[in-house]
């Protein structure tokens, strides 16, 4: 039997992370993950462990931490490939504190970067993001579509890493990599055992919504409902974290097929649908039979009005297309969260 293909897994304890180990390990690959717990719990690892019934080889480390990286990729031997999620994501911390983000976000893929040209290793899927399209002009935005100034740090450096990956691939140099341009990913395992664990008051909609409905908030805000939309919210692209972690799947598998040591390109990765947060609110009411206590809130600043994705591309390229519903996701972060309080991820 050949062996399996050893992916390193940079932020693999992470909400997204997390869910491609399970993903990966059921298609066949074998998963190393790093991660430096910065913003996520020890306990997924355990979680990983009763999906997947193995273990999984886990290294605690920093991405920026070059001789670390090195050591990884000395012990392990044949790693293959490379799956990038590690690195900041809170919109407004990176308006605070944009080194940070400069540092951890731009430092830890050109790491990445030189180990893989160290070792001749080529094949890299990065973690991008819808935010590089700032607001389009035409929905659905597809990859083709213009890339705005970024509203943010946390989104000029998801910019500039498409940017150096691009440097890479036209310096002539052996890469081939998939850069994923994801919408918003919500949703948890089905199994209730991994999903998203924000630290403190959550910033994004679906963990607030959850908390609200636990009673661990009182109230959610929604920010503004006078944007020019169907019932004036803002309006996003929800995908399902396992779909999106199985497009990561699909991404190496088509690394992997492409035979030219030379390749590089990007995919949007959501449903195509745009959901306004009323609709999101009102749907989790009717799946859930919980009631939200939610008032209309002023606009939050750098939102942009409407998003979705063009997916035309991800399921030409990679075959890949969303299968689960908003209500599945819906009804997955929920039971995820009810069930939080009996797993010790500590
Ligand atoms: C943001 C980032 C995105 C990043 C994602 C994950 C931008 C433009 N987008 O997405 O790049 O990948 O976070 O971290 O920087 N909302 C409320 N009340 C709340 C929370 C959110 O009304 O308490 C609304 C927001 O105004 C927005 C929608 O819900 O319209 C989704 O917000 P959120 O989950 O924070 O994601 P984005 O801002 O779309």
């Known amino acids: 039997m050949a ?18 180990i399970v993903e990966l390990v059921e298609a066949g690959y074998e998963p190393i993950i790093l991660d430096n717990l910065s913003n996520s719990k020890i306990g997924v690892l355990k979680s990983l462990e009763k999906i997947t019934k193995r273990a999984v080889k886990f290294y605690e480390n920093d ?17 293959v490939g490379v799956i990038h999620f590690a690195a900041n994501k809170a919109v407004g911390e990176s308006v605070v504190d944009p080194l940070k983000y400069y540092h951890n976000n731009i430092g830890s893929l050109v790491s990445i970067l030189s180990v893989l040209q160290e070792y001749s290793i080529t094949n890299l899927v990065f973690s991008s993001s819808c935010t590089v399209y700032g607001q389009p002009e035409t929905l659905p935005v597809s990859e083709s579509s ?28 052996a890469i081939k990599a998939i850069s994923l341009r994801y919408f918003n990913p919500i949703g948890a395992h089905e199994s209730a055992l991994i999903g998203e664990l924000p630290l403190g008051v959550p910033n994004n909609l679906i963990p607030f919504v959850t908390q609200t409905a636990a009673g661990i908030r009182e109230e959610l805000t929604v920010f503004g409902n006078d944007y020019n939309t169907a019932d004036g919210t803002c309006v996003r692209d929800y995908i399902h974290v396992v779909d999106l972690a199985k497009a990561h799947v699909k991404a190496l598998d088509k690394l992997f097929a492409v035979k030219d040591e030379h390749y590089h390109d990007v995919v949007n990765v959501g449903t195509g649908k745009g959901e306004s947060v009323l609709s999101v609110i009102h749907t989790f009411e009717t799946i859930t039979g919980q009631k939200i206590n939610y008032k209309i809130g002023p606009r939050r600043a750098g939102d942009i009005q409407e998003i979705y994705a063009d997916v035309s591309k991800s399921l030409e390229v990679l075959g890949w297309s969303a299968e689960k519903t908003m209500g599945d996701a819906i009804l997955d972060a929920w039971n995820w969260q009810k069930n939080l309080k009996n797993l010790n991820l500590v």
Request: proline residues 3%; contains cysteine.
């Open 3 to 20: 062996s399996k293909k050893k992916i390193l897994v940079t932020g693999g304890v992470g909400f997204i992370g997390s869910h491609t």
């Open 63 to 79: 991405c920026n931490d070059i001789s670390a990286l090195r050591n990884i990729f000395r012990i392990e031997k044949n790693i």
């Open 146 to 173: 213009p890339i705005l100034k970024a509203q943010s740090p946390y989104g000029n450096s998801k910019q500039i890493c498409e940017e150096i990956i691009t440097d890479v691939f036209n310096s002539g140099k």
